[in-house]
């Protein structure tokens, strides 16, 4: 077993859990939670939609759409402008795996299936 089939999946999960503890532990869920809970838009009287009827996805998604509106509605060109770049490297890094799970020196491996 190579040290990285370990070590990856263990920094994973602690990067997973270490970023959940800070955002309970100063108020951010709570934030968003209330926010969403509201069901409109951050600073607007514009309702949000309910597009599954299932509760908890809706719910979810109100969550999310609370946490990028600041990013997509444009009134922080800054953090627009960085989703760009973000969204730059994560296609260029799901291309590189993509390519990389279709070698075939790597047929039979974890990242091939």
Not at 43 to 70: K, N
Not at 85 to 101: D, H, I, K, N, Y
Request: net charge neutral; charged share 15%.
């Amino acid at each position: 077993m190579q040290a990285t089939s370990f070590i990856f999946p263990v920094l994973s999960a602690l990067g997973a859990l270490t970023t959940q503890a800070f955002s309970v532990s100063n108020g951010f869920i709570d934030v968003l939670e209330e926010t969403a809970k509201h069901g409109y838009f951050p600073g607007t009287s514009h309702r949000m939609a309910r597009l599954t009827g299932l509760a908890p996805i809706d719910d979810f998604l109100c969550m999310m759409t609370v946490f990028y509106f600041g990013v997509a509605d444009g009134t922080h060109p800054a953090a627009s402008l960085q989703v760009f770049r973000f969204a730059g490297q994560l296609v260029a890094m799901w291309t590189f795996v993509v390519m990389e799970s279709e070698r075939p020196a790597n047929a039979g491996r974890w990242i091939s299936r």
